[in-house]
């Protein structure tokens, strides 16, 4: 189902999500309640359930991140050998080496 994508900025397909909306409903009629929400607050409400409680989840905004996560960039001390995220550790005392750190892996 296509819902909107608030990363994207447009309608997206989701099957992860669609999965997970629909187990959700397989529990609220297993259960004979639902969830709702209280607009003026911010909170969940659940109540008992309705022959069509279960329709509004279905259209759920997407707020996923669409794209996967990429590795940091690896950068090694000369002085000390350490692997750092782009900059050395404060803690192996090598500050004044970082303009000489060298790039182990760029992260693509």
Not at 26 to 41: F, M, N, P, W
Not at 58 to 80: G, K
Request: proline share 6%; glycine share 6%.
């Amino acid at each position: 189902m296509k819902r909107w994508n608030r990363k994207k900025g447009m309608d997206t397909e989701n099957p992860k999500i669609d999965a997970f909306l629909e187990d959700v409903i397989a529990v609220c009629r297993k259960h004979g309640l639902t969830i709702s929400h209280e607009d003026t607050h911010g909170a969940f409400v659940i109540e008992v359930a309705s022959e069509d409680s279960g329709e509004w989840l279905l259209h759920a905004v997407d707020d996923t991140d669409p794209e996967p996560e990429r590795p940091a960039r690896l950068y090694r001390c000369p002085r000390c050998g350490r692997e750092e995220q782009l900059t050395c550790s404060i803690s192996c005392g090598c500050e004044r080496w970082r303009p000489m750190m060298r790039k182990v892996t760029d992260g693509t």
